[in-house]
């Protein structure tokens, strides 16, 4: 048997609130308070032509997420080669991950623990997501998605 313990399902809300504060306090150090939405428990802003969101999930009892995620092209028919090249890109890219969500939108997320998240981390989580947002929206909604 491992030595470490196994995840227990469930919800800590303090750890989730505290969480909250440290990343909207990353957040005030990166951006300028009008360069931020606030909606509800979410965090959003403009890169390009790409917004990108930030939202703090519960995980397990011992853990919260830091997901930071963008829609990159909404309501779109994909063709069995498109969806082939967003397998690809998934298997080259270090971080993060493409997906297609029920609405037929793709998305662009990378998520961290955020127990221990710090500063660093962060900073490169939501520029390394922007950045990846930003060339792929402009390279597939131009070239490839668009009908």
Same mark, same amino acid.
């Given at each position: 048997?491992?030595?470490?313990?196994? +995840?227990?399902?469930?919800?800590?809300?303090?750890? !989730?609130?505290? !969480? @909250?504060?440290? *990343?909207? $306090?990353?957040?005030?150090?990166?951006?300028?308070?009008? &360069?931020?939405?606030? %909606?509800?428990?979410?965090?959003?802003?403009?890169?390009? !032509? *790409? #917004? *990108?969101?930030? +939202?703090?999930?519960?995980?397990? !009892?011992?853990? =919260?997420? =830091?997901?930071?995620? #963008?829609?990159?092209?909404?309501?779109?028919?994909?063709?069995?080669? &498109?969806?082939?090249? %967003? /397998?690809? +890109?998934?298997?080259?890219?270090?971080? $993060?991950?493409?997906?297609?969500?029920? &609405?037929? #939108? *793709?998305?662009?997320?990378?998520?961290?623990? $955020?127990?221990?998240?710090?500063?660093?981390?962060?900073?490169? /989580?939501?520029? @390394?997501?922007?950045?990846?947002? @930003?060339?792929?929206?402009?390279?597939?909604?131009?070239?490839?998605? &668009? #009908?």
């Amino acid at each position: 048997m491992p030595k470490f313990q196994k +995840l227990i399902p469930g919800e800590n809300q303090e750890l !989730t609130n505290a !969480t @909250y504060k440290k *990343v909207e $306090g990353y957040i005030s150090q990166l951006f300028h308070d009008d &360069e931020i939405i606030k %909606l509800d428990d979410m965090f959003s802003f403009s890169f390009g !032509t *790409v #917004s *990108v969101n930030i +939202l703090i999930r519960p995980w397990h !009892t011992e853990d =919260v997420l =830091v997901d930071v995620f #963008s829609y990159i092209a909404e309501d779109v028919e994909l063709s069995k080669e &498109e969806l082939d090249e %967003l /397998l690809r +890109l998934n298997a080259t890219i270090p971080f $993060g991950s493409f997906g297609i969500s029920m &609405e037929n #939108s *793709v998305k662009f997320s990378y998520t961290l623990a $955020g127990r221990n998240l710090d500063f660093n981390e962060f900073s490169l /989580l939501f520029k @390394y997501c922007a950045s990846i947002a @930003y060339q792929y929206d402009e390279k597939f909604v131009v070239d490839t998605f &668009e #009908s």
